[in-house]
């Protein structure tokens, strides 16, 4: 049998960082067990379902390179197969008219509530005659759902789940105008795809026991679920957009490479011993139901950003550029010269070691793109006052002698200016930092001047040291 797993999100806004997670878990269990992937977009709510939000769904998953098998499935065009499976439950019994006015249904709401008891239809019409129903009400179709026994369902994540029949109730099919509910056309359109296997949060385990009986209805095989529990806060809260409850695009736009995102998302919830670091590789190789926990993971955004840090150092240095170079442009409102797309390619390898985000990366490379250093972070300034001033003084003639401007006797040549001077490296690297890199955060600076070549380096440092 091949295994065939879905992701099916609803177009009515981004693709939140739990239904990535989701996505990738289906896409992973697909991939491990040589399966395939689809993608079905749940659009049938018309008023907030969106051609945006559709964009910024299948925008993400490409981004986080989870491409899905077949093409794309939109449930809003298979109504008429959702009609016609429902037509046959009316046929076999398994499902009936019902002509309850908004006003009984509410009566019935109201004497639950009374009785402390959930809401449930209370079979009015589950045996009566179509003979008998008044002429003025379009009826809904319900499920004849089972009045004994139990539906069960072993779960693969959170194990056996049980409910007494008496305690599940006679489910909206169609509404009265004649579309689909939720229940129903999850169920059809997963049938009719084949899926196997339905990965998806724990906020739907009750969702699986009601789908269940419509499987049963129709004598279907129903799929085996896996429901994984949902993400919380470092706090322990329910996730929210303060924890990073954010649209996939958001973690691109703040920074973050897409393995680095595959990464972080795979470990929250699912384990494999005490590694941190999986590379794509590996989790589709090492990828198993049986290792999602069932407590909730939390969202940490220090071991997210460790993690970016990581993959950035491993990232190819031209795929960087890549990635920041239209950053970069927006930030200097112009193209970037030759000359300063050589200096950050030459200088890449340095300049990613720090940065744990790309848009750090991208701050870090400005001074290699521009002619001259215009803004100076606070700690910089304070490095260039007189004293650091006068350290420059000593540096520039030094600088001038050497014709050998590699980065080892750049340093050799600092050094014994410090020696000679009696001032400290750290202190005499300071102002010159300052000067040539407007920061006080810089890679190596001795070969950050070797990429600036000996004239745009003396040309900076003269700025001060005259």
């Not at 194990?159 to 599940?168: D, P, W």
């Not at 929250?268 to 590694?275: E, K």
């Not at 540096?395 to 340093?411: A, F, M, Q, R, S």
Request: aromatic content about 8%; hydrophobic content about 40%; proline content about 3%.
């Amino acid at each position: 049998m091949t295994i065939i797993t879905r992701f099916a999100p609803s177009p009515t806004g981004y693709l939140h960082i739990g239904g990535a997670r989701t996505a990738l878990f289906n896409w992973l269990y697909a991939r491990n067990m040589g399966g395939k992937f689809l993608l079905r977009v749940e659009d049938t709510d018309k008023e907030r379902s969106t051609e945006p939000a559709i964009d910024a769904i299948l925008g993400g998953l490409k981004w986080l390179g989870l491409n899905w098998d077949d093409v794309e499935v939109y449930q809003s065009r298979n109504i008429n197969r959702h009609q016609e499976v429902v037509q046959q439950m009316l046929e076999s019994g398994n499902a009936y008219y019902c002509y309850s006015s908004k006003e009984e249904l509410e009566e019935m709401r109201a004497r639950a509530v009374a009785a402390k008891l959930p809401y449930r239809y209370d079979g009015t019409w589950r045996n009566r005659s179509a003979a008998d129903a008044p002429k003025d009400i379009k009826p809904v179709v319900r499920l004849k759902a089972p009045l004994e026994g139990e539906t069960i369902i072993e779960d693969m994540v959170q194990g056996r789940v049980v409910v007494k029949n008496t305690e599940q109730d006679d489910m909206v099919l169609l509404r009265s105008d004649g579309t689909p509910t939720y229940m129903l056309a999850v169920v059809v359109d997963d049938h009719d795809m084949g899926v196997t296997d339905i990965i998806r949060g724990d906020d739907h385990l009750t969702n699986a026991l009601r789908q269940k009986l419509i499987y049963d209805a129709m004598g279907w095989e129903t799929p085996r679920f896996a429901h994984i529990p949902l993400i919380h806060g470092a706090d322990g809260a329910k996730l929210s957009k303060r924890h990073g409850a954010l649209g996939v695009e958001s973690y691109r736009d703040m920074g973050y490479l897409p393995e680095a995102m595959r990464n972080y998302l795979l470990r929250l919830g699912w384990s494999h011993g005490d590694d941190e670091i999986i590379s794509t590789g590996q989790a589709i190789e090492w990828f198993n139901i049986g290792s999602i926990g069932k407590s909730p993971a939390r969202f940490d955004f220090n071991k997210l950003n460790n993690l970016n840090g990581y993959y950035i150092r491993e990232a190819e240095d031209s795929r960087l550029f890549e990635i920041i170079e239209p950053i970069l442009k927006e930030k200097l409102g112009a193209e970037l010269s030759e000359t300063a797309q050589s200096r950050i390619l030459n200088g890449m390898t340095g300049l990613k070691q720090r940065a744990k985000l790309l848009t750090e990366l991208a701050e870090s490379a400005i001074f290699y793109a521009i002619d001259s250093v215009t803004n100076f972070t606070d700690k910089a300034l304070e490095s260039l006052n007189d004293d650091g001033k006068g350290i420059i003084l000593l540096i520039v003639p030094e600088l001038e002698k050497t014709g050998n401007w590699k980065h080892d006797n750049i340093e050799m040549i600092l050094r014994e200016v410090s020696t000679n001077s009696g001032v400290k490296l750290g202190n005499l690297m300071a102002p010159l930092r300052a000067a040539i890199t407007g920061s006080h955060n810089s890679p190596s600076m001795f070969e950050a001047m070797e990429i600036l070549g000996k004239d745009e380096t003396l040309r900076r440092l003269k700025v001060f040291g005259i």
